[in-house]
């Protein structure tokens, strides 16, 4: 079952909308004690492994719900503008209903997997000599001008989707985390979070709401900066968005949870991308590690104060939002490469130090 059918009573879908799905959600949410052990006394950090959905990131959650509703008003076409992960889910989901999906990305700023998934369903694949800002404006336009359902996050229904994330996490923990982190690009998933939380909380389901933990790479950090950047950098290419669509949304979260929105830098996200791998078995792509990157800073900075004594230990959620096998360059770029001896076995004992 796919995240509208499990949640569909607060979603906008009537019995007559076509339900596309490819069995999105019920991910995860594991717990890592080596992470809680960096952050202090008291507290359990738990991972929401969204590479885990069938296109490996969390992006299918919405866009299961905005094909679904484009082919409901008779689309026959999906556009988006991606950093690769959108573009290989609206290909899945449009090829799996038959419409045609066109994509535009920034040239050469795309991980392999995802470029390679986006091809391989069948997408009409647009590379510019541009970045992610400029794609999503030439896409808006085409949108407005031409029969083609824009399927990027300002799209209401990606939101909608997205939001079944909280309700899983709600459902599994029995509450709501004390703080929910998570990394953030075009800002569409901390609104969507935000506005799952809240309804949860309006229907009764959970009595407190999380305080949520944004974090943006520092090189393509235009929320935290207060201002457009130009040439975003940063080798988290899925967050390397320097005029985010939903800005406004997310500063609202923030301001509204009692919560930030901070840089982390790329050494502090690759540390924690291999401390993710080396320590908790989890794999993911470097823009998920964000998450954990920006707790582990935010605990150095004495952000998360010592709470054994209280009666109940606290909650940390961090959505690590994307597989890491989208990305492998970037995995085998920042190890050491495998050492290669004669084969015979006691070269390879030797080598392996047994
Ligand atoms: C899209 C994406 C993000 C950023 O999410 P926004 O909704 O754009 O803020 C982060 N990580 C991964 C892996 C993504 O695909």
């Not at 406004?248 to 982390?264: C, T, Y």
């Not at 890491?324 to 130090?353: F, Q, S, Y």
Request: charged share 25%; proline share 5%; aromatic share 6%.
């Amino acid at each position: 079952m796919g995240v509208i059918e499990r949640y569909k009573r607060y979603l906008p879908v009537t019995g007559k909308t076509p339900i596309i799905t490819l069995e999105e959600g019920d991910t995860p949410l594991i717990k890592a004690d080596p992470i809680a052990e960096k952050i202090g006394p008291g507290y359990d950090v738990w991972l929401k492994c969204e590479g885990l959905n069938p296109t490996g990131s969390f992006k299918d959650r919405g866009m299961t719900m905005a094909v679904s509703k484009a082919v409901e008003e008779g689309a026959n076409a999906v556009v988006c503008a991606s950093t690769g992960n959108t573009s290989a889910s609206a290909a899945a989901y449009a090829a799996r209903s038959n419409i045609k999906c066109i994509v535009i990305i920034p040239e050469g700023a795309i991980a392999l997997g995802k470029l390679a998934q986006a091809l391989i369903h069948g997408a009409k694949v647009i590379a510019i000599r541009g970045n992610f800002d400029q794609a999503l404006e030439i896409v808006r336009e085409m949108s407005e001008k031409y029969p083609v359902t824009l399927v990027n996050s300002v799209n209401p229904y990606r939101i909608e989707g997205q939001k079944t994330g909280s309700f899983e996490i709600c459902d599994k923990l029995g509450h709501a985390p004390f703080y929910h982190a998570l990394p953030v690009g075009n800002a569409g998933n901390i609104t969507a979070y935000w506005k799952g939380y809240k309804e949860y909380k309006e229907k009764g389901n959970i009595c407190r709401l999380p305080v949520m933990l944004g974090f943006q790479a520092a090189g393509s950090a235009p929320i935290v900066e207060k201002r457009v950047i130009k040439d975003p950098e940063t080798i988290a290419t899925a967050i390397k968005i320097g005029n985010p669509a939903s800005w406004e949304q997310a500063e609202n979260a923030r301001d509204e949870s009692g919560g930030l929105i901070e840089k982390v830098t790329d050494e502090e996200i690759i540390e924690a991308y291999k401390f993710l791998a080396e320590r908790v078995g989890v794999f993911v792509e470097p823009a998920s590690a964000t998450s954990v990157a920006g707790i582990m800073k935010k605990a150095q900075d004495g952000y998360f104060p010592d709470n054994s004594r209280e009666r109940k230990r606290k909650d940390i959620v961090c959505i690590l939002t994307g597989h890491g096998l989208k990305d492998p360059d970037r995995a085998i770029k920042c190890l050491e490469h495998p050492v290669v001896v004669n084969a015979d076995i006691d070269d390879v004992i030797k080598e392996a130090g047994l």
